[in-house]
């Protein structure tokens, strides 16, 4: 358990942003695996100035039973606490604000926003003052350790935000430059924590419960991020919780993959209508097919054939046909 200004987080576990797919449709079928923490995806401070009709329904979303703040990225801090105050208006379920320092695309940080941020890690301070005056909830910031090998400046960038009061921390352990391959680098980022004022949330490969509970052994961490190794495998969460919990770790079983696959399709479905949520799904229905049984060539129907929710339940019980379940 930690705050976050005056929010408890329950456990060690959020539940990350990713672009594209933590929608308010991922994140309502997430949030009954028990995250303690979840953000959107991020969000352009000059789209939400210039009434963006697409930006705008990033930070429309219901309250859920858990605390959700909206990740804003733009280059400048006017631009950024005014953004916020749009938000404000527009949604009264916001509860904190996150600022990315974080992404590493080319689209982004050649607007200098992003992990592009991270060049100036005095300005990463102002943003975050800025945010601070203009709201009252918390503000939190993602940050990575650093633009490429020869600018490892994490140190200095967490020292400007914690002088500016930012509330939390979330860092990825690879430079920009190596966006999101390799391994992340924990060796440096050994009992971080003990140094820091503020709580810290660690992401980077965190595919199994093992990978959770090393991480924050070696960072000293509050909680860790579940980005890539929640997609399809949405237990990652619970089973990091039960594990904390000294409660026992259940895989869950093909039956149960595929209920969930179907479970998330309706919750996009809601979110987006069906054509959109569809085509967003052949990317993601794969993943909860992962490291199943003879699953490939199920898999590659449904990353092609996948139009109608009725495509997929009828290409899921076909591959559940071979078993007898
Ligand atoms: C498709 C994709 C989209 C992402 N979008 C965002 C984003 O909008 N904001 C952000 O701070 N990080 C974003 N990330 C980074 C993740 O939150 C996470 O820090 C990163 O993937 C490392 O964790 P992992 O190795 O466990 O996936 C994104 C990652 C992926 C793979």
Redesign the pocket.
């Known amino acids: 358990m930690f705050k976050i200004g005056n929010i408890t987080i329950a456990n060690k576990v959020v539940l ?7 929608s308010s449709g991922y994140r309502k079928f997430m949030s009954q695996f028990g995250p303690g923490l979840c953000v959107t ?2 969000v352009s401070d000059m789209g939400l100035i210039y009434g963006n009709k697409e930006t705008k329904t990033y930070v429309e979303f219901e309250k859920l039973n858990i605390p959700t703040g909206v ?1 804003l990225f733009g280059n400048s801090p006017e631009n950024i606490a005014k953004s916020a105050l749009i938000c404000e208006k527009m949604n009264p379920n916001i509860d904190y604000y ?1 600022i ?1 320092m ?2 590493p695309v080319n689209k982004v940080t050649k607007t200098g926003a992003g992990s592009s941020l991270l060049k100036n890690p005095q300005l990463c301070g102002e943003i975050v003052k800025a945010l601070k005056a203009a709201t009252h909830k918390p503000v939190t910031a ?1 940050i990575r350790i650093g633009f490429d090998s020869k600018h490892i400046n994490f140190t200095e960038v967490i020292e400007e935000l914690e002088k500016a009061g930012v509330d939390m921390i ?1 860092i ?1 352990p ?1 430079t920009t430059k190596e966006m ?1 391959g390799g391994l ?1 680098h924990w060796e440096l980022l050994k009992d971080l924590r003990s140094k820091m004022s503020v709580p810290l949330v660690v ?5 199994t419960v093992e990978d959770a509970v090393k991480a924050l052994e070696i960072t000293g961490a509050d909680a860790v ?5 929640g997609v399809g495998n949405p237990r990652l969460i619970s089973n990091i919780n039960k594990y904390f919990a000294n409660e026992e770790i259940e895989s869950p079983t093909i039956n149960e993959q595929i209920d969930y696959c179907l479970e998330l399709a309706r919750d996009l479905i809601e979110e987006k209508g069906e054509e959109i949520a569809m085509r967003v799904y052949r990317g993601i229905a794969t993943r909860f097919l992962d490291g199943l049984p003879n699953s490939k060539q199920i898999k590659s129907r449904l990353s092609t054939e996948l139009v109608k929710y009725e495509d997929l339940v009828r290409i899921l019980n076909e591959y559940k046909s071979q078993f007898d379940i």
């Open positions: 990350a942003p990713m672009a594209g797919i933590t995806e991020m990740q996150d990315n974080a992404c993602k979330a990825h690879r999101y992340p992401s980077g490969n965190i595919f991020m579940i980005a890539r190794g």
